[in-house]
């Protein structure tokens, strides 16, 4: 007999409490379920199950047994699962949330790129700032950026690191001086990143000893739209603290001047999360992987 099919009509046996339940669910005749059983434990020289004319009941071989079953069979599903993958395509609703700036700028001409390529692929894609939970709101994918919280049945991949640097304008720069160290930030207007109802957010730079130094500027104005910095920057209004892929062209224009060049950029983590599970659907890896793929290039 193959084990395989033994070990399912077993775990079936027990999951339904009784040979005749397991028969009707896998539509087999109750004395072959019985053979399947009895097959498995002269292999195993054990008995897994006491059975009587009344009832039946697990050993406690059989309970330690039945348990390694369900995670064997469940490895063997997920194999077969596995390989159906490798014959189709992607589909469905791929459901995913990000923030919202570098979600629009970053993520989603990834994702949108890989729906082209995938007819068959639906996108339902959230941009927001808010925190949201993959079990509570239905959610294939989350991405997010910065330091993780450790969370249980939550799987986390890097796929991109944002290098943050220091900018300004020329005008500024020739009207305020140009800061060459650190402590020259101090005496500087900023142009500060902040959310609704939340604290400023500190400007991060690494040391050599590879601790982190955290520097909180003076500013009177505040945006929670990196895109608003940016231009505020480039109107000669202050300092500002910004990804080098969103200035990059304003860099390469003139328009703005990197600052601190000898002070090693910070590097924000962006991951991509989504639930444990023992086998990850098509349409989440092969979003995984374009993002891996595509968002370091974006970055660089």
Same mark, same amino acid.
């Given at each position: 007999?193959?084990? @395989?099919?033994?070990?399912?009509?077993?775990?079936?046996?027990?999951?339904?409490?009784?040979?005749?339940?397991?028969?009707?669910?896998?539509?087999?005749?109750?004395?072959?379920?019985?053979?399947?059983?009895?097959?498995?434990?002269?292999?195993?020289?054990?008995?897994?199950?006491?059975?009587?004319?009344?009832?039946?009941?697990?050993?406690?071989?059989?309970?330690?047994?039945?348990?390694?079953?369900?995670?064997?069979?469940?490895?063997?599903?997920?194999?077969?699962?596995?390989?159906?993958?490798?014959?189709?395509?992607?589909?469905?609703?791929?459901?995913?949330?990000?923030?919202?700036?570098?979600?629009?700028?970053?993520?989603?001409?990834? $994702?949108?790129?890989?729906?082209?390529?995938?007819?068959? $692929?639906?996108?339902?894609?959230?941009?927001?700032?808010?925190?949201?939970?993959?079990?509570?709101?239905?959610?294939? $994918?989350?991405?997010?950026?910065?330091? @993780?919280?450790?969370?249980?049945?939550?799987?986390?991949?890097?796929?991109?690191?944002?290098?943050?640097?220091?900018?300004?304008?020329?005008?500024?720069?020739?009207?305020?001086?140009?800061?060459?160290?650190?402590?020259?930030?101090?005496?500087?207007?900023?142009?500060?990143?902040?959310?609704?109802?939340?604290?400023?957010?500190?400007?991060?730079?690494?040391?050599?000893?590879?601790?982190?130094?955290?520097?909180?500027?003076?500013?009177?104005?505040?945006?929670?739209?990196?895109?608003?910095?940016?231009?505020?920057?480039?109107?000669?209004?202050?300092?500002?603290?910004?990804?080098?892929?969103?200035?990059?062209?304003?860099?390469?224009?003139?328009?703005?001047?990197?600052?601190?060049?000898?002070?090693?950029?910070?590097?924000?983590?962006?991951?991509?999360?989504?639930?444990?599970?023992?086998?990850?659907?098509?349409?989440?890896? @092969?979003?995984?992987?374009?993002?891996?793929?595509?968002?370091?290039?974006?970055?660089?």
């Amino acid at each position: 007999m193959d084990r @395989l099919e033994s070990m399912e009509v077993f775990v079936k046996a027990v999951d339904l409490g009784s040979f005749a339940a397991a028969a009707a669910a896998l539509d087999l005749s109750g004395p072959m379920v019985g053979k399947h059983v009895r097959f498995l434990e002269e292999r195993l020289g054990a008995r897994l199950i006491n059975r009587t004319t009344r009832r039946q009941s697990l050993t406690d071989f059989g309970r330690a047994y039945y348990e390694r079953c369900r995670i064997v069979l469940a490895e063997a599903q997920a194999a077969d699962a596995l390989a159906a993958d490798q014959l189709s395509e992607p589909r469905g609703k791929l459901r995913v949330t990000m923030p919202a700036h570098f979600g629009r700028h970053c993520v989603t001409p990834i $994702l949108l790129a890989l729906a082209r390529y995938y007819p068959t $692929l639906e996108l339902d894609l959230s941009l927001s700032d808010r925190f949201a939970d993959l079990v509570e709101d239905g959610l294939d $994918l989350a991405i997010r950026t910065g330091t @993780l919280d450790d969370r249980a049945g939550i799987i986390a991949r890097r796929v991109a690191r944002q290098r943050m640097i220091v900018c300004a304008s020329p005008p500024y720069i020739e009207r305020f001086g140009q800061p060459l160290r650190l402590d020259d930030i101090a005496g500087h207007q900023a142009i500060i990143y902040r959310r609704l109802g939340q604290a400023l957010q500190p400007w991060l730079f690494p040391c050599d000893d590879g601790s982190v130094t955290e520097i909180t500027p003076a500013g009177r104005l505040r945006f929670d739209d990196l895109d608003a910095i940016a231009d505020a920057a480039t109107e000669g209004m202050g300092l500002a603290w910004l990804p080098y892929w969103l200035v990059r062209q304003r860099i390469e224009a003139g328009r703005l001047i990197r600052l601190l060049p000898d002070q090693s950029d910070y590097l924000y983590d962006c991951h991509a999360l989504w639930l444990q599970t023992p086998h990850l659907p098509l349409k989440v890896r @092969l979003a995984v992987d374009a993002l891996a793929a595509g968002l370091p290039r974006m970055m660089s």
